[in-house]
């Protein structure tokens, strides 16, 4: 089966900067890349996704970028902030009859004021 | 619209107990998961359901069963309680295929 890591498992930046989480995943047919925000005590939340059919997505202060050559994809958070702080989690999906999903064991993201 | 809801939200169970989470949704979804997630471990897929009345197992089911007669619930059922099955148990509905997964908030189950 499918097989994503995470990296870093923690990360910490002085509010302002900028912030990025790696995901590799080992299955090439999986072609839907999830980012998922989880607050302390909350459930998780999209925050953005990327397709195999797209090298890169942008929404505001988030983009994810995505390499299906070497299969990893990226997480980046420009002018981080105080309430950018949270667990995030990648996940990796072949959607068809299926889709399962596999995710990534998490970065913790603490932006410092 | 409440979305996805899990009942109950805390349980503590003593080992061999039996009990049983209920997820429900009710945004018409065709997909729904239950996960489980430790601390380090992100979240582990258990059982999942691609439409009513079918299931199939995820990467971890040992010691878990599942149900959805209705399109609306999904139902994860633990026969015989495990220590090692403390965990926050998240259930999760999707539309259609490669869409956004709608989360529950978590049902927090300790095992004694």
């Known amino acids: 089966g499918e097989n994503v890591e995470q990296h870093p498992s923690t990360l910490s930046v002085q509010e302002g900067d900028s912030a990025v989480i790696k995901c590799t995943y080992s299955d090439s047919a999986s072609n839907y890349f999830p980012w998922y925000k989880q607050e302390l005590g909350k459930r998780p939340q999209l925050i953005i996704d990327?397709?195999?059919?797209?090298g890169e997505k942008k929404d505001q202060r988030i983009a994810v970028t995505l390499n299906k050559t070497a299969k990893h994809f990226s997480l980046h958070i420009t002018e981080t902030q105080p309430e950018d702080s949270a667990v995030y989690f990648c996940a990796a999906s072949v959607s068809g009859n299926f889709n399962k999903f596999y995710f990534g064991s998490g970065t913790k993201l603490n932006v410092k004021p | 619209n409440a979305g996805v809801t899990q009942t109950p939200k805390f349980r503590v169970l003593k080992t061999g107990q039996s009990m049983t989470l209920l997820c429900a949704q009710d945004m018409n979804h065709e997909y729904m998961y239950w996960y489980r997630q430790d601390p380090g471990m992100g979240l582990r897929l258990i059982h999942y359901?691609?439409?009513?009345?079918?299931?199939a197992k995820g990467e971890v089911p040992d010691g878990y069963n599942v149900s959805r007669l209705k399109k609306q619930n999904f139902l994860l059922g633990l026969e015989s309680a495990a220590p090692s099955q403390t965990s926050v148990y998240f259930c999760a509905s999707m539309e259609t295929s490669a869409r956004e997964q709608y989360f529950g908030p978590g049902t927090r189950l300790t095992v004694t």
């Open positions: 990327i397709r195999s059919n797209v």
């Open positions: 359901s691609v439409g009513e009345g079918t299931t």
